[in-house]
C-alpha cells in the first residue's frame, strides 16, 4: 500500500520535464505550487484522519483512503490547464490525508517495542524501492507515449493510479485490525502479542506526563520539538522527491549529458537504491542496540553533507554522488524517529500526536516545492534551492541533538514495558 502511495504521490515529478510542463504551459513556480498544494489538502484533514482511523478501524478507514485517492490520482491522467492539475493534486491530498500515520500506528499496535523499528523500517523501505522500481515504470509508461490516444505523461498517470484502487479494495478484507481478529495466528501468539502491547501501555500510562487523552498531545512539547525535526527531515525529502528528474534532465544544459524519460527513470531509482540498503542496516543496528536519539540525529547530518556536496559539485557524477546522500540520510533517519513518539503517547492522544506530527512534516511538503520553483525561476537554477533543504537539516540536527540532552524520552517506559512484557510470558 505504502509503495503505491507514494507513487502515485510523486509521479508528478516524472510528468513534468516529459511533457506535462510544456503541454500544459508550466513555470517552475507554477509545477512546484501543483506538487506541494497534494500537502495541503493532506494537512487539513490529516488529524481528523487519524480520529476516524482510531474510532472506525484501520482496516475500513486505509482501505477507504487508497480507494479515494487512487480514483483522484486517475483524473489526473485527464487535466488540461495549469488549475485543474493544482485543483487535482489538492484532492489527491484530501483523500490521502492520514494514511501514513494512520499506517504507523497501526503497525504499533501490532508490533511489540522492541521489535517495532524492524517493522517500521521493513514498511518505511517501500518510499525508496518506490523509486529504485517505480522510476523506471514511470519512465516505461511516459514512453509509451500515443497509446489510447494520450501523451505519455497521461498513459503514466493511469498505469500508476489503477492499482491503488485494486490493492485498496483488497486491503479492505485482508487487514485485521489487531492480534485478536489474525486468524493466520494460534491463540498462544496472540495472547503474546496482546501481553506485550498491554505491558508496553501500561508502563507508557505509569511513566509518561503526556495522558491519553485527545488534546494532550497538543500540549506536549515533546510532540512539538519532533515536529519541528520532521519539519527538517520532510523538507529534504521533498526538495529530491519532487525535483530530482528535473534536476537530471538539466544536466544536458548545465554538463551537456542528455537523458530521455526511461533514463531519468534508472538514474533516479540509482540514487534511491543505496538508500533502501542503509536503511535496512541501520534499523538492524537501532534494534541491536536499542533505539538512540543518534540513530535518528546522526543520518540528518549526512544529509546536509549531500546538499552543500552537491551545490559545489562539479560534474554530474559528482553531484548524484552527493544528492544520494540525501535520500540515505533521511529514510535513515525516518523509522528510527517514528518509534519515539509512542514512547509517551497512547490511546486517543498517540492517533493525535502521531499525525499532528507528520501534519507539521508535510507543511514542508508544501513549502519545499513551492519555494525550490519560485527560486529556481528567480534564480534560473538549482543550486539556492538546494541550500535551504541543507540548513533546515542542520537545524534538525541540531533540536536532535538537545532532544538527547534535556530530555529522558530515549528511556521512558521502553524497558520497563520489555521486562513487564518478559514477566507477563514467564508466568503463562
Known amino acids: 500500500m505504502f509503495f503505491i502511495n507514494y507513487l502515485d504521490r510523486v509521479a508528478i515529478s516524472f510528468a513534468g520535464p516529459n511533457g506535462l510542463n510544456d503541454d500544459l504551459s508550466l513555470t517552475a513556480a507554477q509545477f512546484g505550487f501543483a506538487s506541494g498544494i497534494f500537502s495541503l489538502g493532506y494537512i487539513l484533514l490529516e488529524v481528523p484522519s487519524n480520529i476516524a482511523l482510531n474510532r472506525f478501524g484501520a482496516r475500513r478507514w486505509l482501505a477507504r483512503i487508497m480507494v479515494s485517492w487512487g480514483i483522484v490520482a486517475l483524473l489526473l491522467a485527464f487535466v488540461q490547464n495549469f488549475e485543474q492539475l493544482a485543483g487535482l493534486r489538492f484532492l489527491l491530498g484530501v483523500a490521502e490525508a492520514g494514511f501514513f500515520p494512520g499506517a504507523v500506528l497501526f503497525l504499533s499496535r501490532w508490533a511489540p517495542p522492541q521489535h517495532r523499528n524492524k517493522v517500521l523500517a521493513l514498511f518505511y523501505v517501500a518510499q525508496p524501492l518506490t523509486n529504485v522500481l517505480g522510476g523506471p515504470l514511470a519512465g516505461q509508461l511516459i514512453q509509451a507515449h500515443g497509446l489510447f490516444g494520450l501523451e505519455g505523461w497521461r498513459v503514466m498517470f493511469i498505469g500508476v493510479a489503477i492499482p491503488a484502487i485494486?490493492?485498496?479494495?483488497?486491503?479492505?478484507?485482508?487487514?485485521?485490525?489487531?492480534?485478536?481478529?489474525?486468524?493466520?495466528?494460534?491463540?498462544?501468539?496472540?495472547?503474546?502479542?496482546?501481553?506485550?502491547?498491554?505491558?508496553?501501555?501500561?508502563?507508557?500510562?505509569?511513566?509518561?506526563?503526556?495522558?491519553?487523552?485527545?488534546?494532550?498531545?497538543?500540549?506536549?512539547?515533546?510532540?512539538?520539538?519532533?515536529?519541528?525535526?520532521?519539519?527538517?527531515?520532510?523538507?529534504?525529502?521533498?526538495?529530491?522527491?519532487?525535483?530530482?528528474?528535473?534536476?537530471?534532465?538539466?544536466?544536458?544544459?548545465?554538463?551537456?549529458?542528455?537523458?530521455?524519460?526511461?533514463?531519468?527513470?534508472?538514474?533516479?531509482?540509482?540514487?534511491?537504491?543505496?538508500?533502501?540498503?542503509?536503511?535496512?542496516?541501520?534499523?538492524?543496528?537501532?534494534?541491536?542496540?536499542?533505539?538512540?536519539?543518534?540513530?535518528?540525529?546522526?543520518?540528518?547530518?549526512?544529509?546536509?553533507?549531500?546538499?552543500i556536496g552537491a551545490l559545489l559539485a562539479g560534474s554530474p557524477v559528482v553531484a548524484l554522488v552527493f544528492v544520494a546522500l540525501v535520500p540515505i540520510a533521511i529514510f535513515a533517519a525516518n523509522p528510527n524517529f517514528w518509534t519515539l513518539p509512542s514512547r509517551f503517547l497512547t490511546g486517543a492522544a498517540a492517533a493525535v500526536g502521531f499525525a499532528l506530527i507528520n501534519t507539521v512534516g508535510n507543511i514542508a511538503g508544501f513549502v519545499a516545492p513551492l519555494v525550490t520553483g519560485a527560486l529556481a525561476d528567480a534564480t534560473g537554477a538549482y543550486q539556492i534551492p538546494l541550500l535551504i533543504p541543507g540548513i533546515l537539516m542542520l537545524l534538525a540536527a541540531i533540536l536532535v541533538g538537545l532532544l538527547g540532552r534535556a530530555d529522558r524520552l530515549k528511556n521512558v517506559g521502553l524497558r520497563a514495558a520489555q521486562s513487564a512484557g518478559d514477566e507477563v510470558l514467564e508466568k503463562s
Open 166 to 307: 485494486v490493492v485498496g479494495i483488497i486491503a479492505w478484507f485482508y487487514l485485521r485490525d489487531k492480534p485478536s481478529d489474525a486468524k493466520w495466528l494460534t491463540r498462544d501468539e496472540q495472547q503474546w502479542l496482546e501481553a506485550s502491547l498491554a505491558a508496553e501501555k501500561s508502563a507508557v500510562d505509569d511513566h509518561s506526563t503526556v495522558r491519553p487523552r485527545l488534546w494532550d498531545a497538543f500540549k506536549s512539547g515533546r510532540v512539538w520539538v519532533l515536529a519541528f525535526v520532521y519539519f527538517g527531515i520532510t523538507y529534504g525529502f521533498y526538495v529530491v522527491a519532487y525535483f530530482l528528474p528535473t534536476i537530471i534532465a538539466g544536466f544536458q544544459e548545465t554538463y551537456g549529458f542528455a537523458t530521455n524519460p526511461l533514463q531519468q527513470g534508472v538514474i533516479s531509482g540509482a540514487v534511491y537504491l543505496p538508500a533502501a540498503i542503509v536503511l535496512l542496516l541501520w534499523a538492524r543496528d537501532a534494534a541491536k542496540r536499542g533505539v538512540r536519539l543518534w540513530h535518528v540525529g546522526a543520518p540528518i547530518l549526512l544529509g546536509v553533507v549531500g546538499n
